[in-house]
């Protein structure tokens, strides 16, 4: 059996959404800083898709062929959006997110460099 139309017009546009999202834009690439941190953006994905298509019936005038036409259309979007940066030091891992939040998260977010200053008294 033939494949449909409709079958080929997904293939091609979900190939197409593949090679443009890759774990790269997810996690991207590690940058090394001269005081010997390592900064790793971090960016959340999301993407919809829609395809659709119908065959149309020829006129009652026109020749009769053996299969009608087909018509049909597809549409995807792509929206990336960063979250923070995942910084690796020596001494501590931290998550700098990209958007400001709260005050009540960004104090929860401080609570483990409050608690290691407190360690060193």
Same mark, same amino acid.
């Given at each position: 059996? /033939?494949?449909?139309? &409709?079958?080929?017009?997904?293939?091609?546009?979900?190939?197409?959404?593949?090679?443009? &999202? /890759?774990?790269?834009?997810?996690?991207?690439?590690? &940058?090394?800083?001269? /005081?010997?941190?390592?900064?790793?953006?971090?960016?959340?994905?999301?993407?919809?898709?829609?395809?659709?298509?119908?065959?149309?019936?020829?006129?009652?005038?026109?020749?009769?062929?053996?299969?009608?036409?087909?018509?049909?259309?597809?549409?995807?979007?792509?929206?990336?959006?960063?979250?923070?940066?995942?910084?690796?030091?020596p001494d501590a891992v931290r998550l700098m997110p990209a958007q400001?939040?709260?005050?009540? /998260?960004?104090?929860?977010?401080?609570?483990?460099?409050?608690?290691?200053?407190?360690?060193?008294?």
């Amino acid at each position: 059996m /033939d494949k449909h139309p &409709i079958e080929g017009l997904m293939t091609t546009t979900l190939e197409s959404i593949r090679d443009m &999202i /890759d774990v790269n834009t997810v996690v991207g690439e590690p &940058i090394a800083t001269a /005081d010997g941190a390592t900064v790793v953006p971090i960016s959340r994905v999301s993407f919809g898709f829609v395809a659709g298509g119908g065959e149309m019936k020829p006129a009652a005038t026109a020749a009769q062929t053996p299969e009608p036409p087909f018509a049909g259309g597809a549409g995807a979007g792509v929206t990336v959006q960063p979250l923070g940066f995942l910084v690796t030091g020596p001494d501590a891992v931290r998550l700098m997110p990209a958007q400001c939040y709260q005050p009540i /998260d960004r104090m929860i977010e401080l609570i483990p460099q409050v608690v290691a200053e407190l360690k060193k008294f």
